[in-house]
């Protein structure tokens, strides 16, 4: 099953994608950034069903094409649970750029704005083991306790104290010990 969901999705960009080319009669190329558990399935992390695909900048001029392929901007409005600089660290997604070129944030930039929300899936999605077993957990500590990273984006210092009791306990189940 986590083939096929991973499949879908990609099917869905890449249509996206030449949807895109067909209806922009211009020579720009837009770029998109997929977050949530969609990355995390595109990252291959994950293999559970998710029903949309949440997306972070994305240009005006794919707007229209949003609904058809369930693409998501609602997730724009916790922009400052990902660390400030979460930007420098996106990585190419292997598949669509005729039109649209998709990344997805860093695992750990992923990691830190799912512990900000912490629903029950994002609990989930944190705590699997393929998900624990790929992360950095140095560029973890940096993303979550740097005063130019998550502290520097997000709101204010309740929800900081918030996200840092929730990160402290993360760390203290999952981190792995140090010989």
């Given at each position: 099953?986590?083939?096929?969901?991973?499949?879908?999705?990609?099917?869905?960009?890449?249509?996206?994608?030449?949807?895109?080319?067909?209806?922009?009669?211009?020579?720009?190329?837009?770029?998109?950034?997929?977050?949530?558990?969609?990355?995390?399935?595109?990252?291959?992390?994950?293999?559970?069903?998710?029903?949309?695909?949440?997306?972070?900048?994305?240009?005006?001029?794919?707007?229209?094409?949003?609904g058809k392929y369930d693409i998501n901007t609602?997730?724009?409005?916790?922009?400052?649970?990902?660390?400030?600089?979460?930007?420098?660290?996106?990585?190419?997604?292997?598949?669509?750029?005729?039109?649209?070129?998709?990344y997805t944030p860093g695992l750990e930039d992923?990691?830190?704005?799912?512990?900000?929300?912490?629903?029950?899936?994002?609990?989930?999605?944190?705590?699997?083991?393929?998900?624990?077993?790929?992360?950095?957990?140095?560029?973890?500590?940096?993303?979550?306790?740097?005063?130019?990273?998550?502290?520097?984006?997000?709101l204010n210092d309740w929800r900081y104290r918030?996200?840092?009791?929730?990160?402290?306990?993360?760390?203290?189940?999952?981190?792995?010990?140090?010989?």
């Amino acid at each position: 099953m986590g083939k096929m969901i991973l499949d879908d999705l990609r099917k869905r960009l890449e249509r996206l994608d030449e949807d895109a080319d067909l209806m922009i009669d211009n020579n720009d190329r837009y770029q998109m950034v997929i977050v949530g558990g969609s990355a995390f399935i595109l990252l291959g992390k994950l293999t559970r069903a998710t029903h949309d695909i949440d997306a972070l900048s994305v240009p005006k001029e794919l707007y229209s094409l949003l609904g058809k392929y369930d693409i998501n901007t609602d997730v724009e409005a916790y922009i400052d649970n990902f660390p400030y600089n979460f930007q420098d660290r996106l990585q190419p997604l292997p598949f669509g750029g005729t039109k649209v070129q998709f990344y997805t944030p860093g695992l750990e930039d992923l990691v830190i704005a799912k512990l900000c929300s912490f629903r029950d899936t994002d609990k989930a999605d944190v705590e699997s083991e393929a998900v624990r077993n790929s992360l950095d957990w140095d560029l973890l500590e940096h993303l979550a306790t740097d005063e130019d990273e998550l502290k520097a984006s997000i709101l204010n210092d309740w929800r900081y104290r918030d996200f840092y009791i929730r990160y402290q306990e993360y760390v203290e189940r999952w981190r792995p010990c140090e010989s």
